[in-house]
């Protein structure tokens, strides 16, 4: 089956600081999401992103679906950004069928 | 602010009792799914529902799990006899039309002791 790798696994950021997280994915797909998942373990969508560029006020998303890959980048990063982060793709040949990646650990210190 | 309702938000249940954990969408979708997080891992799929029938399911799914919309909005996902492995953080998910992203519910974190 289709492989979803993030990189990286954790990161620390001091608040303010600017950051980008990748999600690298093996086969074709037809979807591509980014997830946020606070303390209370609520995954909250923060872009549908099969191809190209989205921006939400701070975050910003960038896929690449011919070289496979995603980025998605935090600016100014606040504590309350802190948590993980999940990319999942719908692989060409599924139906349905979300793969997640492992999830990026981000802590924003004050 | 998810818009998909679950409940039990938590639940503790003694091994070897019947759950059912419960999807209460807002709006009527076509498309429902059900993940499950164990404390730590990824996310992952248990089944997808269209129509009322189940169109895909993972290796997880066995027989002790099952689901159905029994009254057409309620979307539920029974698990017959929990084991401590099934304690985790299950999510139900819905897609409005194919081809659009997933949005999911707010969670029920499952405990078997």
């Known amino acids: 089956g289709i492989q979803v790798e993030q990189s990286p696994p954790d990161l620390i950021l001091q608040e303010g600081a600017n950051s980008t997280l990748r999600c690298n994915f093996s086969?074709?797909?037809?979807?591509l999401q980014w997830f946020h998942q606070n303390p209370w373990g609520q995954l909250i969508n923060l872009f549908y992103i099969p191809s190209g560029t989205k921006q939400n006020g701070r975050l910003s998303a960038t896929t690449v679906a011919t070289e496979r890959y995603s980025l998605l980048y935090i600016s100014s990063s606040q504590t309350t950004d802190s948590g993980v982060y999940f990319c999942?793709?719908?692989?060409?040949?599924?139906?349905?069928?979300?793969?997640f990646g492992a999830g990026t650990q981000v802590v924003v210190t004050p | 602010e998810p818009e998909v309702t679950q409940t039990p938000s938590h639940q503790v249940t003694q091994m070897g009792q019947e759950v059912i954990l419960r999807c209460v969408p807002i709006s009527n979708h076509l498309y429902f799914y059900w993940y499950r997080q164990i404390l730590g891992q990824k996310v992952e799929f248990l089944v997808s529902f269209y129509n009322n029938e189940i169109s895909e399911k993972s290796e997880i799914f066995d027989d002790q799990f099952s689901v159905e919309r029994p009254d057409g909005s309620n979307f539920t996902l029974k698990i017959r006899s929990t084991k401590l492995e099934d304690s985790a953080m299950y999510f139900c998910?819905?897609?409005?039309?194919?081809?659009?992203?997933?949005?999911f519910g707010s969670g029920t974190r499952l405990t078997v002791v």
């Open positions: 086969d074709s797909v037809n979807n």
């Open positions: 999942a793709v719908l692989p060409t040949d599924s139906w349905g069928k979300l793969q």
């Open positions: 998910a819905y897609q409005q039309v194919s081809g659009y992203g997933y949005t």
